[in-house]
């Protein structure tokens, strides 16, 4: 029996191989890296797939990108 199946990145339609318990993925691991994770810190599970899908159906992932950016930047310091 496969374990593994094949699905295609919403973003740059590369396809990808996951398990079949992670079906629920629907970014390639590059695209999970910089898009997911970060939202997923702030949203939910819907709410992240939303905003990459409005992203893309806007074709605007650049929006997303220097979002995350910015964020990064206004984030405090912390000394230790």
């Known amino acids: 029996m496969k374990n593994l199946i094949t ?3 919403l973003i740059c339609k590369n ?3 996951i398990s079949r318990d992670q ?5 390639c691991p590059t695209h ?3 898009f997911y994770i970060p939202l997923r810190r702030n949203h939910s599970f ?3 797939l939303q905003l990459i899908e409005l992203a893309i159906l806007l074709d605007d992932i650049e929006m997303l990108r220097d979002n995350f950016k910015k ?3 206004e984030k405090p310091k912390v000394s230790v």
């Open 15 to 17: 396809e990808f191989s």
């Open 71 to 73: 964020k990064l930047a």
């Open 32 to 34: 999970t890296q910089e």
């Open 46 to 48: 819907q709410s992240a």
């Open 23 to 27: 079906a629920w993925k629907f970014l």
């Open 7 to 9: 699905k295609q990145c």
